[in-house]
């Protein structure tokens, strides 16, 4: 993996897990790197450790916590006043909600965090994405979004909630979203994949609010047996940097290698229904 020019990355959920795996190997590529943190605090501890472990200095902190409609603008605004195209978006974010909780903007939390903030995100960036030669969008998936389906009738699970179900909804979305993105984006050098990271040992259930003891605790036993963040990162750093899939796009990766995604995500239909509902959900930021 190299880079024969500067790249700008923006990673998203750099302060732990895989992203921040993923963080400190594009540091260590002499990236230039935003790394997106909801909390200025553990930000900056991590800006720090990543500058100091990789002695790149072009690293910039910026704030947003991406389960506010809000907060995404204002950081898609702070990126456009700053730099003049981004060459490589990371949307890694993600948490797990055992128990419902609606965002500020009335979504449910896991539909939020996993799935809208990243679309939204992605289009406010659209202009800095085409100004690079060539683009890459990577959006973090997983294997649960083959049990995933998107109840339009009731996207916020306002009748009956299950952590699992809505996180599968999410990453569900995550895939159509990235397969939608590589059909419109034909033509302009931006490429759009997505990927599952494997079972990985990370700091997912720590930040579920609603995890109890007794979930930490199996969780804690089983995390000895799953991979580690930076085994877990190589995906994400291979469609970031590998030349073999400079032009890439439209696939589903698990360990490097494509591979068929669910049935369901590959509907056409289903993933524009998406998009036009997304765009209604996020419409006073798209269209300003
Ligand atoms: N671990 C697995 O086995 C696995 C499997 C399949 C897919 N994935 C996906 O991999 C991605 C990374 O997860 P991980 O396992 O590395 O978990 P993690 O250690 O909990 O990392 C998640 C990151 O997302 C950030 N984040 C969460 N909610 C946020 C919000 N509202 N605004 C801004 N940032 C937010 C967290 O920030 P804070 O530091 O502020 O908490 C953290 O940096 C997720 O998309 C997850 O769904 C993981």
């Given at each position: 993996m190299y880079f024969n020019e500067e790249k700008i990355c923006l990673i998203t959920g750099a302060n732990s897990g895989i992203g921040r795996a993923a963080a400190e190997a594009l540091a260590r590529l002499g990236v230039n790197l935003i790394i997106a943190a909801r909390n200025k605090f553990r930000g900056e501890k991590t800006l720090n450790e990543l500058v100091e472990n990789s002695g790149n200095r072009n690293i910039e902190l910026l704030i947003a916590d991406l389960s506010s409609q809000k907060e995404i603008k204002a950081l898609a605004d702070q990126i456009k006043s700053k730099y003049n195209r981004i060459d490589i978006l990371i949307n890694n974010a993600g948490a797990?909600?055992?128990?419902?909780?609606?965002?500020?903007?009335?979504?449910e939390a896991?539909?939020?965090?996993?799935?809208?903030?990243?679309?939204?995100l992605t289009n406010l960036l659209f202009d800095l994405l085409k100004k690079s030669k060539h683009a890459r969008i990577i959006n973090v998936s997983g294997e649960h979004h083959r049990r995933g389906k998107i109840n339009f009738n009731n996207l916020n699970f306002d009748k009956k909630y299950s952590g699992y179900a809505a996180a599968a909804q999410a990453k569900l979305a995550d895939v159509l979203l990235i397969y939608e993105l590589s059909r419109k984006l034909i033509g302009n050098k931006i490429t759009a994949n997505s990927l599952?990271?494997?079972a990985v040992s990370s700091s997912l259930i720590y930040n579920d609010p609603d995890a109890g003891y007794f979930s930490k605790f199996f969780y804690s036993i089983l995390s000895l047996f799953m991979k580690s963040p930076e085994k877990g990162a190589e995906t994400i750093l291979y469609l970031a940097a590998s030349p073999e899939v400079s032009n890439v796009s439209g696939n589903y990766f698990i360990n490097k290698k494509a591979v068929l995604s669910s049935p369901e995500s590959y509907n056409k239909a289903l993933a524009q229904k998406l998009w036009d509902v997304s765009e209604q959900l996020t419409e006073p930021f798209i269209l300003s």
């Open positions: 797990y909600f055992s128990k419902r909780h609606l965002t500020e903007d009335g979504i896991s539909f939020a965090v996993n799935y809208l903030s990243r679309f939204l599952h990271p494997g």
